[in-house]
C-alpha cells in the first residue's frame, strides 16, 4: 500500500498552475510547499466515481465564474474611472437611459445560469447512485466524537465491529448507512466522496468508491460539541486479497496469550476500561466506546488524532483529557506498574 | 378631501387642513416644535417616540453589537493562526463562536438596517414620524433588553454553545444540560417580538404615510428594500420564534418535538430554522442593498439606472427566498429529486441580483462618479457583492455544496454577502447620511483611509477563507493540526481580520473627531435628490414644518431633471398644527385621505420592554412568582399605553370634544 503523499506528488505541478491561474493567490502555494498536500484537499484530488465528476464540476464552475468576476470588475473599474468633466460637477443624467445594460447583463447571466444548473442536476443524477450493486455494505454510527464500523454479512457470525478506520476493496462501490447514537454528526471522506449528516432517527446513506489503493482522510463536518475538531477517521482502500486479509483477521476474537505481565494487564482492563470498551474473546462488552479487539491493527488512534504508537497509547490512557479536552475518554491515574501491565497487555490486541 | 368625507361616519367631524407655509422662526414653525420636540433631560429621552431618536439609538446599539462581536471574532483567529494553539478551551471557543454568529446576524445586521430606516423613513417619506411611533419605541426597548439578555450570559461562562443555528438534538437538554441553550431560546422569542412589531410598523408606515403625490413608483429603493425585508419578516419571525418555543418547551416542560427516544424529529428543527433563516438572509442585504440604489446616483450625478427594474428584482429576490432554504440542508440526505428543485431555485435566485448589479454599474457609467467616501464604499461593496454572488452559485450546486457545506468556503462566502452587502453599505451610509443625523460633515481624508485599510484587510481575511474551505477545513473547529495544509491560509486569514478592524476603528475615530470639529453641514450637502436632503441637518422634531407635495421620484433635482409633470411643492403644504398631527394617504396613488392624530410621548414603551424582558428574565431563573409579577406589570404597562386621552379625539371645534369618536 502506497502512502498518500507518494502518490500525490506527480498532481503538485498541475496543482500550482491551476491555483495560481485561477486565484492567483499566494498563500496556496505556500502552504502546498509547506506540507506536500492538504489531507482533506477535494477540490484538486479525487479518487472515485463518487467524487471525480464533482471535482470536475468545481473546475468548471471556478473558472467560469473566475472569468465572469474579471469582466463584471472591469466592466465597474471602467465606470469608476470615467472622468467628469471639471466644468460642470452639478450636471445630472437622464433617469431612462442605461436600460440596455440591464437587459443584455442580466440576459446573459440567465443563460449561464441556467447552463450550470443543468450541468450541476447532471451531474448530481450520476453521482446519485453507483452504476451496479454495492460490493460491500457498512454502517457507521457517528459518538461523541467517533466512529463505530459495523461489516455486514448475510451470515450473522462473519459480521464484525470495528472503530475509526474503514478498509475498503478498491475498484468497487461501497455503500454505507450512516447513523448516529447521539447528535447530529456528518460523514465525509472528501477525496471519495461528498458529506452526508449522521441523523439520530434517521436512516441516512451515501455510497464512495477509490479507483485507487491509498490512505483516505474523513472528517465529521457538523458541528457536534467541544471536540468535534477531533473527529476524524481514515479509509483505507485495498487490493481485494489484502482487504480479504484484513477482513478475516478482523472478524477473529482476541488471540489471548497469558504471561504474567498480560494477565495484570488484562485484569486491569476488565476492571477499568471494559465499562465502556469491548474485546471480543474476554468479559469487555462495553458499547460506549471503541472496539479495541484489534486496536493495534489501526494507525491511529483517539478519532484520527495521534498515531498509534505504545507511547501514544500511554499518553492517550493517562492524559485524555488533556489531549482531548471534553472527550468521554477520562484521563485514568494509574501507576507506573500499571500502565507498563496495561501496555503490555495492549499491545498483545493484534 | 373628499375621502375624509367616506372615511368618517359622522360629518360633523370633517375637517380640510389648512395649506400653508411656515418658515423657520414663525409662529407655526415655534409652535410645531413645541408640540412635537420631547421633554428635556432623562424623562424625555426614557419617554421618547421620535423616529430619529430611535433610529439613532438603534444605529448605536447595533454597532456596539458589531463591535462585540468583532472582538470575539478577533480572538477567535487569534486561537486559529497557528495550529494547534491553546489559547482557548473548546467550550470558550463554542461560546465565542456561537455569540459571534448570534451577535452578528441578530443583534447586529438586521437592527442596524433598522436604525436606518427608522430615520430615514420619515423623512425619505415627507412624512412627519412612523405610523405607529410608540412600537417603535417598543421595538426598540426589546431588541435593547434583548441583546442585554443574550450578553449577561456571557460573564457567567453560560452562553450559547450549540452554534448560531443551534441544531438539535446537541442543542437539547440531553447533550446540553446548562442555561446556556435556554437563553438563547427564550433570547430569541423576545427579540421576535421585537422585530415582528417593528416590521408592522414598517408595512404600515408604507402604506399610510407617504406625503400625497408620493405614489408607489417614487419611493426610494432603500424603501422597497425595508418594506420587502419588513413582509418577510412577519412570515418568517413566527417560524423561528415557534422553533426555539418549542425547543424551550422540550428542555423545561418535557415536550417531545424534537427528542427521538421519543419520536421527535432533529430534522424538524432544520426545516422549521431553515424556513425563517434563508429569507432572513434576503432581509438583511435587501435594505442595505436600498441604501446603495438611493445614495450612489448622488455621486453619479444621475438617478438609479432601472427603478422599476431594481424595485422589482428586490420583491423578486424575496419570493423566491422563501423557496430556497433547503440548499442549507443540501447534506441532510434528503431526496435527490427534492434537492434537485432546490438547487435549480437557489441558482435562479441570482437572477434578481443581476439586475441590481448592472443598474449599478450602468448607473457608476453613464454617471460619471465623483470620488467621496461614501462613493467608495458604495463602487467596493459592487464588487464584493460580486464575489459573494458568484461564490453562492457555487453553493447553489448540489454536487459541489456536498462538500462545500460546512467548510470554510461557506464561512468565506457568508462573510462575503454579510460584510460585504451589509456592512460596507452601513458605512458608507453612515458616511453619507452623517451629516443629516449630526449637522457635521465626517472628515474626507480619515474616510478614505478607513475605506482603504478595510476593503484590503477583508479581502485578505475572507478571500483566504475560500481556500481554505477547499482545502478540506470543517466550520467550527477550535483547532487543526498542522500537517492539514491549512496553516498558511489561516495565519493570513487572522492578519487580514486585524487589519480589517484597524480600518473600523480609523472609521470610529472619524466619528469622534467629526461629531466634535467636523465641518457644519447645509441642509443638502452632497446635492442629493430625495427628501430628507429637503430639510435642515439635523432635521426639526416635526421633520417637515408642512406636509410636502411630491411629484416625481427626485424632488429635488426636478429642475435639473426636466422629466415633464408637475413640480413637487416643498415650501407649501399642509400646515396639521393642532396637536401632533400627520396626514394619512391611499396605499397606491399617495392621495390625501386622512388626518392622523399622533401619538404623545410615553413611558409605556419603555416599561413593557423592561417588563417583558424580566419576565422572560424570570422563565429563565424559574422564578414563577416574579414572573407572573412582570406579566401583571406588562399588563399594567399596556393599559397606560392604551389610556384614552382628549388630544387624540378628531375634532372640529372645542364643542364638539365629547361628541366624536377618535379616528386615526
Known amino acids: 500500500m502506497n502512502d498518500y503523499r507518494s502518490r500525490f506528488r506527480h498532481f503538485a505541478a498541475v496543482e500550482c498552475a491551476f491555483f495560481s491561474m485561477i486565484l492567483a493567490a499566494a498563500p496556496v502555494n505556500a502552504a502546498l510547499a509547506e506540507n506536500g498536500v492538504a489531507p482533506l484537499n477535494y477540490f484538486l484530488h479525487s479518487y472515485g466515481p463518487a467524487a471525480t465528476p464533482t471535482m470536475y464540476l468545481g473546475w468548471i464552475f471556478v473558472a467560469l465564474l473566475a472569468v465572469i468576476f474579471v469582466i463584471i470588475a472591469l466592466l465597474l473599474t471602467g465606470a469608476v474611472f470615467r472622468k467628469r468633466s471639471a466644468e460642470d460637477p452639478c450636471t445630472i443624467g437622464r433617469e431612462d437611459e442605461g436600460m440596455p445594460w440591464i437587459y443584455i447583463g442580466t440576459g446573459v447571466s440567465a443563460c449561464i445560469l441556467f447552463a450550470l444548473a443543468i450541468y450541476a442536476l447532471v451531474t448530481l443524477n450520476v453521482i446519485a447512485k453507483p452504476t451496479r450493486a454495492p460490493a460491500l455494505t457498512l454502517t457507521v454510527t457517528g459518538y461523541d466524537w467517533w466512529w463505530k464500523i459495523e461489516y455486514e454479512d448475510d451470515d450473522p457470525t462473519r459480521r464484525f465491529v470495528t472503530a475509526n478506520e474503514i478498509h475498503i476493496p478498491v475498484g468497487v462501490p461501497v455503500l454505507v448507512k450512516l447513523k448516529s447514537a447521539d447528535v447530529i454528526h456528518a460523514f465525509w471522506v472528501p477525496m471519495l466522496a461528498g458529506k452526508t449528516q449522521m441523523i439520530p432517527g434517521l436512516n441516512n446513506q451515501q455510497w464512495l468508491q477509490a479507483d485507487a489503493e491509498g490512505i483516505y482522510r474523513g472528517q465529521c463536518t457538523q458541528y457536534c460539541g467541544v471536540q468535534h475538531a477531533h473527529m476524524g477517521f481514515e479509509v483505507v482502500a485495498q487490493n481485494p486479497a489484502e482487504f480479504q486479509k484484513w477482513q478475516d483477521a478482523q472478524r477473529k476474537s482476541a488471540a489471548m496469550v497469558s504471561t504474567i505481565d498480560i494477565n495484570a494487564g488484562k485484569k486491569l482492563f476488565l476492571d477499568r476500561c471494559s465499562g465502556c470498551h469491548t474485546i471480543r474473546g474476554t468479559e469487555a462488552v462495553g458499547a460506549h466506546a471503541p472496539d479495541l479487539t484489534h486496536l493495534k491493527s489501526r494507525r491511529l488512534i483517539a478519532a484520527g488524532l495521534l498515531t498509534n504508537t505504545s507511547e501514544h497509547l500511554v499518553k492517550w490512557i493517562t492524559h485524555a483529557q488533556d489531549i482531548k479536552p471534553g472527550a468521554r475518554m477520562p484521563s485514568m491515574m494509574l501507576t507506573a506498574t500499571e500502565i507498563s501491565a496495561l501496555s503490555a497487555f495492549l499491545s498483545t490486541l493484534n | ?664
Open chain 2, 1 to 664: 378631501m373628499t375621502d375624509v368625507v367616506q372615511s368618517s361616519p359622522d360629518l360633523s367631524l370633517r375637517r380640510v387642513p389648512e395649506i400653508g407655509s411656515a418658515p423657520i422662526g414663525s409662529a407655526a414653525e415655534i409652535r410645531l416644535a413645541q408640540l412635537w420636540e420631547s421633554a428635556p433631560g432623562w424623562r424625555g429621552w426614557l419617554s421618547t417616540v421620535d423616529h430619529k431618536a430611535i433610529g439613532l439609538r438603534y444605529l448605536v446599539t447595533a454597532f456596539i453589537f458589531l463591535l462585540m462581536g468583532g472582538i470575539e471574532a478577533l480572538i477567535m483567529r487569534l486561537q486559529l493562526a497557528r495550529p494547534d494553539q491553546v489559547l482557548l478551551t473548546p467550550e470558550q471557543y463554542s461560546q465565542l463562536f456561537t455569540m459571534h454568529g448570534v451577535t452578528m446576524i441578530f443583534l447586529y445586521s438586521l437592527p442596524i438596517l433598522s436604525g436606518f430606516s427608522n430615520y430615514l423613513w420619515p423623512l425619505m417619506l415627507g412624512s412627519r414620524d412612523m405610523a405607529f411611533p410608540r412600537l417603535n419605541a417598543l421595538s426598540y426597548w426589546i431588541f435593547l433588553f434583548a441583546g442585554i439578555f443574550l450578553y449577561a450570559s456571557f460573564p457567567l461562562g453560560e452562553a450559547p454553545n450549540a452554534g448560531w443555528f443551534n441544531y438539535v438534538p446537541f442543542a437539547g437538554l440531553e447533550y446540553n444540560t446548562g442555561p446556556n441553550i435556554d437563553v438563547y431560546a427564550l433570547g430569541m422569542v423576545l427579540l421576535g417580538i421585537s422585530t415582528t412589531v417593528g416590521s408592522v410598523n414598517f408595512v404600515v408606515t408604507l402604506f399610510r404615510m407617504r406625503a400625497p403625490g408620493m405614489s408607489i413608483n417614487r419611493v426610494p429603493i432603500l424603501v422597497w428594500g425595508t418594506l420587502t425585508a419588513s413582509v418577510a419578516n412577519i412570515f418568517a419571525i413566527p417560524s423561528v420564534s415557534l422553533a426555539f418555543f418549542l425547543l424551550w418547551l422540550d428542555r423545561q416542560i418535557g415536550t417531545h418535538f424534537f427528542d427521538v427516544v421519543n419520536g421527535g424529529k432533529p430534522l424538524l428543527w432544520q426545516h422549521l430554522f431553515w424556513m425563517f433563516g434563508h429569507p432572513w438572509v434576503y432581509a438583511v442585504v435587501l435594505p442595505a442593498m436600498g441604501i446603495v440604489s438611493d445614495a450612489l446616483p448622488t455621486f453619479c450625478r444621475r438617478p438609479l439606472v432601472g427603478y422599476s427594474a431594481v424595485a422589482l428584482s428586490t420583491m423578486a429576490t424575496m419570493l423566491l427566498g422563501f423557496g430556497v432554504w433547503i440548499h442549507h440542508m443540501f447534506a441532510a440526505g434528503l431526496p435527490t429529486l427534492a434537492l434537485s428543485f432546490f438547487g435549480a431555485a437557489s441558482m435562479v435566485i441570482s437572477i434578481p441580483s443581476a439586475v441590481a448589479v448592472f443598474a449599478w454599474i450602468a448607473t457608476i457609467w453613464l454617471g460619471r462618479p465623483v470620488f467621496n467616501t461614501p462613493f467608495l464604499f458604495f463602487a467596493g461593496f459592487v464588487i464584493l457583492f460580486v464575489i459573494g454572488g458568484l461564490s453562492g452559485v457555487m453553493t447553489a450546486a448540489v454536487p459541489l455544496d456536498f462538500q462545500l457545506n460546512e467548510t470554510y468556503f461557506v464561512v468565506a462566502h457568508l462573510h462575503y454577502v454579510l460584510l460585504g452587502i451589509n456592512v460596507f453599505p452601513v458605512v458608507g451610509g453612515i458616511y453619507y447620511w452623517f451629516p443629516k443625523f449630526f449637522g457635521r460633515m465626517m472628515n474626507e481624508t480619515l474616510g478614505k483611509w478607513s475605506f482603504w485599510v478595510m476593503f484590503i484587510g477583508f479581502n485578505l481575511g475572507f478571500f483566504p477563507m475560500h481556500l481554505a474551505g477547499l482545502l478540506g477545513m470543517p466550520r467550527r473547529i477550535y483547532t487543526y493540526a498542522p500537517n492539514m495544509g491549512w496553516n498558511a491560509v489561516n495565519m493570513v486569514t487572522s492578519v487580514g481580520s486585524f487589519i480589517f478592524a484597524a480600518g473600523i476603528l480609523i472609521f470610529l475615530v472619524n466619528i469622534l473627531i467629526s461629531l466634535k470639529r467636523g465641518a457644519l453641514a447645509t441642509p443638502n450637502p452632497w446635492d442629493a435628490p430625495t427628501l430628507e436632503w429637503a430639510v435642515a441637518s439635523p432635521p426639526p422634531a416635526y421633520n417637515f414644518a408642512v406636509i410636502p407635495f411630491v411629484a416625481s421620484r427626485h424632488p429635488l433635482w426636478e429642475g435639473r431633471l426636466d422629466e415633464g409633470g408637475g413640480r413637487s411643492s416643498l415650501e407649501q403644504g399642509y400646515l396639521l398644527m393642532e396637536g401632533r398631527e400627520a396626514i394619512g394617504t391611499t396605499p397606491l396613488d399617495a392621495e390625501p385621505d386622512i388626518i392622523l392624530k399622533m401619538p404623545d410621548d410615553s413611558y409605556a414603551p419603555f416599561f413593557l420592554g423592561l417588563f417583558s424582558a424580566l419576565a422572560f428574565a424570570g422563565l429563565l431563573l424559574h422564578w414563577r412568582d416574579f414572573t407572573v409579577l412582570m406579566a401583571v406589570a406588562c399588563s399594567l404597562s399596556l393599559m397606560a399605553w392604551m389610556w384614552p386621552r382628549k388630544a387624540l379625539v378628531q375634532r372640529v371645534a372645542d364643542s364638539k370634544y365629547n361628541k366624536g369618536a377618535a379616528h386615526g
